[in-house]
């Protein structure tokens, strides 16, 4: 119970709560417009003078029910007692009074931990006070505090809604986050990757033969436009107002023959894709193509002594596979430590899939992945 009540008593305010707003004021004005009606109105309203007086000093305090939640809720509950106690036990007659009880809703939903406690004793003691001193009802005593109690359970219920839609877009935020992540180690890393490749190879080359130089050359320029094309894809994106999906930022299946390559230095990458591959979800059919990109760089980056890399996409009616495998060196655990396998499996957990990468049984290493064609994406739409 003490570790409760601790955790309670350290609870934060919630952020960003709402600026007094205009609508604040005109709740202020309409409310000790109605007091003023209905002390002139009723002509056998008890102790009329002080208990006017009462709730126009109460009024303002809504002014300041989310900023100062403690202390409008501590001067208008004591304000109250102090009146029943001047009016000899007589409790206020004013209907419009009714407003007061949006202060401990305030209080529960905007104060911090320590704020409610205290404030929830300051309403309790007065309100029991103010009852012991007057000649009430057990039923309206009752009633009462059913009232209390439920305006500070609705209370409660707006401010764990509210912290659960926080939690909730921190989730999407990380969520983006990731997701950009892999974009970003997907396209621009591969780019970047090929660029190291072929500069590698321009100056192992450039004494022997200029013209292999000058085309390694050519070949990073070619893949520095295609990162700078993607990142600009990505910056526009992202600085949009429409909501951004993979398959914006990304090409697809068809593309994946773009991926291969026959190089004098360095191993070959042959392309094979067979079965239908039209009206793939866009969220598969760019994941297919970011798992062979990544893929084919690994290969071309780590796979010692390779002559060949192999892409095979093969798609049916029911879901999409993709087979990566070199004739490199055979290694010995994983070689491709970081990021990419990591950003791999994610890709095809999150659309229902799988991936899996090691040694290809005698020589090489292999990447498989298996995507649903309907994917848990599309199926969540």
């Known amino acids: 119970m003490r570790h409760l009540l601790r955790s309670v008593w350290d609870e934060p305010r919630p952020p960003d709560p709402p600026r007094r707003m205009w609508w604040d004021r005109v709740l202020v004005g309409v409310f000790v417009g109605l007091v003023v009606l209905e002390g002139l109105v009723r002509p056998n309203l008890p102790h009329r003078v002080l208990w006017m007086a009462v709730a126009v000093a109460i009024m303002p305090t809504l002014l300041w029910r989310r900023t100062k939640p ?130 590698q190879a321009g100056m192992v080359t450039a004494a022997s033969s200029p013209d292999a130089a000058m085309d390694a050359l050519r070949l990073i320029e070619v893949e520095a436009t295609r990162a700078l094309g993607e990142m600009r894809a990505m910056v526009h994106m992202l600085r949009s107002d429409r909501p951004v999906h993979d398959g914006d930022l990304s090409p697809g299946v068809g593309d994946v023959d773009s991926l291969a390559r026959n190089a004098r230095h360095g191993p070959s990458v042959d392309v094979e894709i067979t079965g239908d591959i039209a009206d793939l979800p866009a969220a598969v059919d760019t994941a297919i193509y970011r798992l062979a990109q990544e893929s084919v760089t690994n290969a071309l980056r780590h796979a010692r002594n390779a002559t060949r890399v192999q892409v095979c996409v093969d798609a049916d009616d029911t879901a999409v596979r993709l087979l990566v495998r070199d004739d490199g ?18 890709r095809a957990a999150l659309l229902g899939g799988t991936c899996e990468a090691g040694p290809h049984p005698g020589r090489g290493w292999r990447v498989s992945a298996v995507l649903p064609r309907a994917s848990a994406t599309s199926r969540g739409r």
């Open 70 to 199: 403690l202390e409008v809720v501590t001067f208008a509950f004591v304000a109250s007692a102090a009146g029943t106690v001047l009016a000899g036990g007589e409790q206020s007659g004013l209907r419009s009074l009714v407003v007061m009880l949006l202060l401990p809703l305030a209080l529960v939903r905007w104060g911090s931990g320590r704020e409610v406690l205290l404030g929830s004793v300051v309403v309790l003691v007065s309100a029991v006070f103010s009852m012991a001193v007057s000649d009430l009802a057990a039923a309206d005593v009752v009633g009462g505090l059913i009232v209390l109690f439920a305006v500070v359970a609705l209370g409660l219920a707006l401010r764990y809604r509210a912290r659960a839609k926080a939690r909730e877009l921190d989730q999407v935020k990380l969520l983006e986050r990731e997701r950009l992540a892999r974009d970003l180690h997907d396209s621009v890393a591969h780019h970047v990757s090929a660029m190291v490749i072929r500069a």
């Open 329 to 346: 060196d055979p290694v010995r655990g994983s070689v491709f430590l970081g990021y990419g396998l990591l950003g791999m499996s994610e």
